[in-house]
Nanobody
Framework: QVQLQESGGDSVQAGGSLRISCSASESTDRTGCLAWFRQAPGKAYEGVAALRLNDGRQVYDDSVKGRFSISQDNAKNILYLQMNSLRPEDTAMYYC????????????????????WGQGTQVTVSS
């Protein structure tokens, strides 16, 4: 399985911006989707943003739509999540994940698709 490692988590004031990264150990040529999930204290894992690699389609959770942007540097095997207008409720451990090729009908924010996971990077947003 591809090895993933997140970085860039930090503490930031509400309204600020932060970009977190996920480095992959190998090419994602055979990966269907790359995604970011998060888990806040006492809450379930939540799909934040996903990037379908075959067509570049981006999918965002409603809670971050318009504020977050997912992108990939193919040459460096790095996945990014640009987070703008951060809110305290964005505070969570953020994980990147990779899923194999999936049917077009598959929900790219569904947890069960993803087989490779990073260890997480903490993002804390203070008011």
């Amino acid at each position: 399985q591809v090895q993933l490692q997140e970085s860039g988590g930090d503490s930031v004031q509400a309204g600020g911006s932060l970009r977190i990264s996920c480095s992959a150990s190998e090419s994602t040529d055979r990966t269907g989707c790359l995604a970011w999930f998060r888990q806040a204290p006492g809450k379930a894992y939540e799909g934040v943003a996903a990037l379908r690699l075959n067509d570049g389609r981006q999918v965002y959770d409603d809670s971050v739509k318009g504020r977050f942007s997912i992108s990939q540097d193919n040459a460096k095997n790095i996945l990014y999540l640009q987070m703008n207008s951060l809110r305290p409720e964005d505070t969570a451990m953020y994980y990147c994940a990779a899923a194999p090729l999936m049917p077009n009908s598959g929900d790219p924010l569904a947890l069960t698709w993803y087989l490779s996971w990073g260890q997480g990077t903490q993002v804390t947003v203070s008011s």
